[in-house]
């Protein structure tokens, strides 16, 4: 809340809604699904999760918007000005967004061209590791990851960022 206003509220008396304090871009939104509290009263929570043993987000004391046992985080880019088959874009972490990139994707001219799927995105047995999958590429990584969060995250986050910003700067062509 406090990202989305810049105002502190009680945490045994938190509203249902609040008006943000500024238009939010989808970036906005991403840095809000990736928080551990940063740049927030409770920004030593974090610090605190590091310096114990076993996976950052299970040591965390309060819970955060980015959780352990997050499967998937999104956020959908909706722009009524473009065509529908460009105009809607499903931003997707697969798995805990600080560890993973947001990937764009595009729904509806998804279902026009199924042979455009990619095929490590079309299969996830959840009962047989599978490498070819990208649901368990995303899932070994994200544990690997979490499981030495202080020695790996920075790392990985500047890789995905990278992707990410990528992904975005090349937004129009794509489109286009």
């Known amino acids: 809340l406090y990202m989305l206003t810049g105002r502190d509220y009680p945490l045994d008396n938190l509203p249902f809604a609040v008006e943000p304090s500024r238009k939010l871009t989808f970036k906005d939104l991403m840095k809000v699904l990736r928080s551990h509290f ?47 088959e460009i105009g809607v874009v499903y931003w997707r972490a697969p798995g805990i967004p600080c560890i993973n990139a947001f990937i764009p994707w595009y729904p509806v001219a998804m279902t026009r061209c199924e042979a455009w799927f990619p095929e490590p995105y079309r299969h996830a047995d959840l009962s047989h590791l599978n490498t070819g999958s990208a649901y368990w590429v995303f899932r070994i990584l994200t544990a690997i990851v979490d499981d030495s969060y202080r020695e790996r995250a920075s790392e990985v986050r500047r890789v995905w960022e990278m992707i990410a910003e990528e992904a975005m700067r090349l937004q129009p062509y794509i489109e286009e």
Request: proline content about 9%; glycine content about 6%.
């Open 38 to 84: 940063e740049e927030t009263r409770y920004d030593e929570v974090p610090r605190q999760a590091l310096e114990k043993p076993g996976g950052f987000h299970r040591n965390l004391s309060i819970r955060p918007m980015c959780v352990w046992t997050t499967q998937e985080a999104s956020v959908i880019q909706l722009r009524g000005y473009m065509p529908r």
